[in-house]
DNA sequence: CATGAATGAGAATTCATTCAT
DNA sequence: AATGAATGAATTCTCATTCAT
């Protein structure tokens, strides 16, 4: 009955949202959110500007997927899935995983970064990212600190945190201006590694 | 037959501006710079939109003002202006003051993390603030670094940045939130402290 | 070798019109013409937009087409289709069935006044349905009031249309606000009745 | 302080005002509401698009005042006032003023009626007009038609107001068709007063 | 110094309609 | 016959800024 199959549609939907998420996220990031009208968004992605209310309802709702997606994308990646313990070695391979993300999700760190700070962006999140975050990694964290023997586990988070949030903020700041050589961004790396991984005695 | 003197105009003139940057701040931090509108502002302030004029030349020029003040009175707070060396004791003190001046001053910093992430506000402070900040602690805490024995001052430099942005961060993320308690933010100034002061033998 | 044959296509797309129609004054009536979008219409009605093309070459022409088929309906209810003389028993029947079309119909009424009042859709209709009714009706009418003795019996005329479209308007108006109760407009058109029936002697 | 005073800035305020509102009366009854653009209704009265915002938060909103002040002005002119009895003569008196007001405000009773049957407006509105006008005005003709020994007030309110807006609507609709000429229009309302008026003995 | 009415450029959004499949 | 993605013109609305007083 219908002359294209659903699933063509389908495929037709996923494939215009996404590439117009590529461009706004690139574009919002470049950009910023607030100095990019629908026009350029619409300009750039090569469709016209009736087709992005096709797919989202306003433009903060596309700016919501977005951030939605992103940080989706980015807790799936640091994500170990391990349900049980964490050792050290998993541990380091977490923070590298982590500070690779950012690297190459610099994009999507501006967009959050900047955007996150907007009240009204803040409301309607109510806390969402972070808080999946911290709420996910947070178990597994947490045991490993106290299995490591460290004293105050949850303070060892929070400046765990404070250093993963801190690179991201001077990488989005810095990088632009080129401050930041790739050099020193791995050095600031192994120096976290050593501060809450271990050294092993017999690798 | 100048029903005023000069030093009184110029009184009024100051507490004016005074008066609007203290609104702004308030105003932007809490709603944001984009949404908020001049006619808002003029509105809490309880002035005319003209008048704002008459004090900045438009929205961004006191955008700018209330960046470069701000910026201005932080250095001014943090800066031990001991043009010489640091002692492990001044340090502290620096540490302490950063934090305090950050607990202090949350509005300030949520304008200002948020608007430095925007790129044609970046581009327009060209590094400003930060590097001005950098360019006066830099030669300071990296003599104070040397002094102390660290391997890589640079990357203790760049560490203790990240660590006190990534607090900024948080603290102007999870306050709203009420997920910082006090008591965890005191822990993790300590913590921060006893990674870049030295235990002193005989106080 | 066709499928289906002219006839089972032609029921096919009688029923599908019908049902676009249907829909299309349930919804025209209860949001207003302007406020309702083809793609609400086509939800409403299951049907995809496209469609509705197929068998209304616009919006305004599905409008056209409601109100057409409408004032049809109504005027053969209406239409007692005695070509010659109308007694009075006759008069009697006639307001009351007009009363009962009213009250049936009221969704097409609400629909139909509204639009009327639209110069767009005035221009458009030209006075067609009000002038065909009165075109239909005013021969039988006006005689009926001659023959019964009334003195003017354009007056009468008027005055009947007055009150009937003045009920039209205070149903429409007043009923979803519950004010007119069903025994208040049985006592109106008993009135109405009384005005311009005169009684019958020996019944 | 202020440069102007208040009042002259009320003044304007109130004029601007007046004049928008009159063009808007003007053009929403010739054109229908959904038809007219704001960029219309700016140019019609001479101003830009944005100062209308400065005086009406919407198209919407601009409407309602519309139908509000000039329901109200109808009141006031209808209203005698009396808040005693009617007289036979007042009685007259009041249709006579109420047939004039919708001879001479047919542009507001234009846009009244077309406007009135639209859901969202009938909504807004929750009966406001019509239900003020009812209100203010029944206490009196009830007691009117019952002391003149009318058997059913309440039924003779309803007929004398379907026949005042039937009247309405056919003036509305046939005027521009040039259908319904003054003389016919007088004499439909001798037919009125002679039915709610009792004929005095010795004027 | 101070006001707020007025502007107008541009932004977001809507939606009837088309068309390839 | 049927679909819904795509268009784009038109529309509503926002707001920084100017200016007469």
Redesign the pocket.
């Known amino acids: 009955?219908?002359?294209?199959s659903?699933e063509q549609?389908e495929e037709?939907?996923e494939n215009?949202r996404k590439q117009i998420m590529d461009t706004a996220l690139e574009l919002f990031a470049s950009e910023g959110y607030s100095h990019?009208?629908?026009?350029m968004l619409a300009g750039r992605a090569g469709?016209?500007?009736?087709?992005m209310?096709?797919y989202f309802?306003?433009?903060?709702a596309l700016l919501m997927a977005l951030i939605n997606d992103g940080s989706e994308d980015i807790l799936n990646l640091m994500d170990p899935n391990h349900d049980g313990v964490l050792s050290p070695d998993e541990a380091e391979h977490f923070i590298r995983t982590t500070f690779q993300t950012i690297r190459t999700n610099t994009k999507f760190w501006i967009l959050f970064l900047s955007v996150v700070l907007q009240p009204k962006v803040r409301e309607f999140l109510n806390g969402q990212p972070f808080r999946t975050i911290l709420e996910r990694l947070e178990p597994m964290l947490f045991s490993y600190f106290k299995a490591q023997g460290f004293e105050d586990p949850e303070l060892e988070m929070l400046t765990l945190s404070a250093l993963i949030e801190g690179f991201a903020m001077m990488l989005v700041y810095f990088h632009p201006h080129g401050i930041l050589p790739a050099a020193t961004m791995d050095k600031y790396e192994e120096r976290v590694i050593r501060m809450f991984v271990p050294k092993q005695k017999n690798p």
């Open positions: 009955m219908s002359p294209r659903r549609f037709i939907r215009r990019c009208s629908i026009a469709i016209s500007k009736g087709l209310y096709n309802e306003s433009k903060e």
